[in-house]
């Protein structure tokens, strides 16, 4: 149990590094944390909307199993001078731990899917 402590935290600093980097514009920094599929999808849109904001998280839950972890959470997105609120859902991410031994060479979480919800 309290290494799975551990590893939810590890997750959980990957999950906010990658928000960090939406809600900054830095989708150099986002693609290293996604899987390259991911990563070019979630560029596009990113060009396309050319929107920079701050991120609140609220209620994360994580589910572990073994190499692969899901994290629940509710996102409310405010401008970038942190005033209006200018979206809230509910995003479902799922990561999985890699030891640098498949055709990335990636050490580390990497987000695999999403799923977000409007509230």
Do not use: Q
């Amino acid at each position: 149990a309290e290494m799975d402590g551990v590893v939810g935290s590890d997750v959980l600093a990957a999950n906010a590094a990658l928000l960090d980097c939406a809600g900054r514009g830095d989708w150099v920094g986002y693609a290293a944390l996604c899987a390259p599929d991911m990563a070019e999808e979630a560029g596009v849109a990113a060009l396309e909307t050319d929107v920079t904001h701050s991120n609140e998280i609220a209620d994360a839950r994580i589910d572990l199993a073994g190499k692969t972890a899901v994290v629940e959470y509710v996102r409310t997105m405010r401008a970038a001078d942190g005033g209006k609120v200018v979206g809230e859902v509910r995003e479902t991410r799922v990561w999985s731990y890699s030891e640098g031994k498949g055709e990335e060479g990636r050490v580390g979480w990497t987000n695999v899917h999403f799923v977000r919800l409007p509230l």
